[in-house]
Nanobody, 116 residues
Framework: QVQLVESGGDLVQPGGSLRLSCAASGFSFSRSTMRWYRQPPGKERGFLASITSTGGSTNYADSVKGRFTISRDNSKNTVYLQMNSLKPEDTAVYYC?????????WGQGTQVTVSS
């Protein structure tokens, strides 16, 4: 059974940092591209960042470039999103997504709230 479990969401003050984790199981994690998305309140889910299966290439949405960093540890079947210099507009539910030629899968999401 495929599982993607996000964690690390929290309430944080503007300017603060958080690291999200997404633990994967039930599929070939090391052969999968991993992505992070977010869905702000009342808005559509949007792409944030991606990382290739080996971690050799990453890509970011302009809105988070320079503030967020995606990384992965294939020995732990986990992908991370380090978020720095957080702003109130970063408030959203954050989701990870896995993709490989065998299919794609979403996690259940973790809430990040940026507020003073």
């Amino acid at each position: 059974q495929v599982q993607l479990v996000e964690s690390g969401g929290d309430l944080v003050q503007p300017g603060g940092s958080l690291r999200l984790s997404c633990a994967a199981s039930g599929f070939s994690f090391s052969r999968s591209t991993m992505r992070w998305y977010r869905q702000p309140p009342g808005k559509e889910r949007g792409f944030l960042a991606s990382i290739t299966s080996t971690g050799g290439s990453t890509n970011y949405a302009d809105s988070v470039k320079g503030r967020f960093t995606i990384s992965r540890d294939n020995s732990k079947n986990t992908v991370y999103l380090q978020m720095n210099s957080l702003k109130p507009e970063d408030t959203a539910v954050y989701y990870c997504k896995a993709w490989n030629p065998g299919g794609s899968w979403w996690g259940q999401g973790t809430q990040v709230t940026v507020s003073s």
